[in-house]
Structures are given as structure tokens and as C-alpha cells.
């Protein structure tokens, strides 16, 4: 009877124990967004605090913005930066390896301006300016002038020095640690979505970022609400680099409200 008595006191603890364990976080980006409002309004509507990532002088870029933020979603600002390839065409708003000191600030300041409500700022190709250290300087020094922005590396080279220039500057800032759609095929995103859980799991956080493909979202439509029972937490990137959490559902519109209403006293 003791022995029966005790192996239910230990099946209890051991429960308890598994229960108070923290769940491993899982940022999820989708980037480019700013050109179709129909796509974006579906990366919106996503189940849970998924990051919105806009890129600037869109034209639909601050509607989408503010679209985001009303649904509690976290909003980057995502800065395009000089790729290596000159084949691709250039993007509104980009920062490029030629601008003096003063172009890049005027360029910088005028691309915030287009993406209200964001909270930080993630890099839009880049594989060329990132493994600069003197222009990852100049992007530090922006970011560090204006209270309360982080930054996110996409990551789109083994060479970048954004990350570490970030950190020598004070800058809260993280590194994408998997691309959920560099293969938009369904198998392929399940596959790296699958990566993206092993690595949260060893290392208790990761960030995935995807593209408003049909096929990415369609998988996050159904994969998302599954995490919290596989042992995961779906965090805004926020929540990740800062430690800020994002208000979504119900909760953010309260909050909204009352913002409106204190404006208005």
C-alpha cells in the first residue's frame, strides 16, 4: 500500500515539475509586406502574435501598418539594405553603399515615417551593406537615437556584422535563426517549420521568418494553434528581444480603447 502510495506522490511531483516547465518561445516574421492588401490582411488574421513586417514608401504600407497594430500584432519596419546581386531592381526607400552620412539618416528617418507603429527594424536583403561595419554603425546609431527601437538581422548572409555591431552599440537585437519559405513548396516550409520547433526547443526561442506566399500562409493557418500543445509559445518579436509582451485578440482592442479614450480627455 506504502508503495502504491508513494509512486502516485511521485507521478503528482513529476507532473507538477513537467507542468512548471517553461514553454520554449517562437517568433514568427512575415516580411515584405506593403504592396496587396489582401495578402497582408491574411497574415493579420493569423492566429496569435505573429510580426508584421512592412516595407517602407509601399503603397500600401502605413493602411497595413495600422491594420496590424489595431489587431495587437508587433510592426517592423523592414529596412531595405543593399543586396550583392545587381540584377535585382531596387527597392523604394533603400539604403545603399554609396549614401553619405546625412543621405543615410534623411533615407532612414523618411522610411520610418512611411510604417507607423513600428517597434523596430528588420533588414530587407542586405547581403552586401550588412558586412559592412561602418554603415552597420550608421544603421546603431539611428536606431539608437530613437527611444525604444530594436533590430532583427534577416540574416542573409554568413558574413553580416549587423548583429554584432548591434551589440557593441547597446542596440537589444537578434538574429533570424530559420527562413520557413526560401522553397515556397508546402513539404518544404513543413520541413523547416519542424526545424525552426527543434531549434526553440534547444535553445528555449527561435525566429522564423516567412513571406506572404499562399503556401507559407496556409501551413501557418493550420500549424500555429497546435504549438501551445506541443509545448510552445508563439511571442510577438517584442516580446523575444525585449521582453515586452504584444496584446492580441480581445485584449489589445481593450487596450486600444483605451488609448482613444485618453487622447480624447
Known amino acids: 500500500m506504502r508503495a502504491v502510495l508513494a509512486q502516485a506522490i511521485l507521478s503528482i511531483v513529476l507532473a507538477s515539475a513537467a507542468c512548471a516547465e517553461p514553454l520554449s518561445k517562437i517568433a514568427i516574421i512575415i516580411d515584405d509586406l506593403g504592396w496587396q492588401l489582401a495578402a497582408a490582411e491574411r497574415v493579420i488574421n493569423l492566429p496569435g502574435a505573429v510580426t508584421c513586417s512592412i516595407l517602407p514608401q509601399t503603397p500600401r504600407g502605413a493602411e497595413i501598418a495600422v491594420m496590424a497594430y489595431d489587431k495587437g500584432k508587433d510592426v517592423l519596419l523592414h529596412l531595405p539594405l543593399q543586396p550583392m546581386s545587381r540584377d535585382e531592381p531596387a527597392d523604394p526607400g533603400g539604403i545603399t553603399l554609396d549614401m553619405s552620412r546625412a543621405r543615410f539618416a534623411e533615407m532612414f528617418a523618411a522610411d ?30 539611428e536606431i539608437g537615437a530613437r527611444d525604444g527601437l530594436f533590430f532583427v538581422d534577416s540574416y542573409t548572409t554568413h558574413l553580416s556584422v549587423a548583429l554584432a555591431i548591434a551589440e557593441e552599440s547597446g542596440i537589444p537585437a537578434r538574429r533570424r535563426d530559420v527562413f520557413l519559405d526560401s522553397d515556397a513548396a508546402p513539404e518544404s516550409v513543413a520541413r523547416e517549420f519542424e526545424r525552426l520547433k527543434r531549434l526553440a526547443r534547444k535553445r528555449g526561442a527561435a525566429i522564423g521568418i516567412g513571406h506572404p506566399y499562399p503556401a507559407t500562409l496556409a501551413f501557418l493557418e493550420k500549424a500555429l494553434p497546435k504549438l501551445e500543445e506541443e509545448g510552445f509559445r508563439l511571442v510577438g518579436i517584442r516580446e523575444l528581444v525585449l521582453g515586452q509582451p504584444v496584446e492580441t485578440g480581445v485584449k489589445a482592442m481593450v487596450a486600444r480603447a483605451g488609448q482613444a479614450e485618453r487622447k480624447g480627455d
Not at 520610418?112 to 546609431?141: D, F, K, N
Open 112 to 141: 520610418l515615417a512611411t510604417v507607423p507603429h513600428a517597434v523596430g527594424i528588420s533588414s530587407h536583403r542586405g547581403s552586401l551593406l550588412t558586412r559592412h561595419p561602418g554603415h552597420m554603425r550608421w544603421l546603431m546609431e
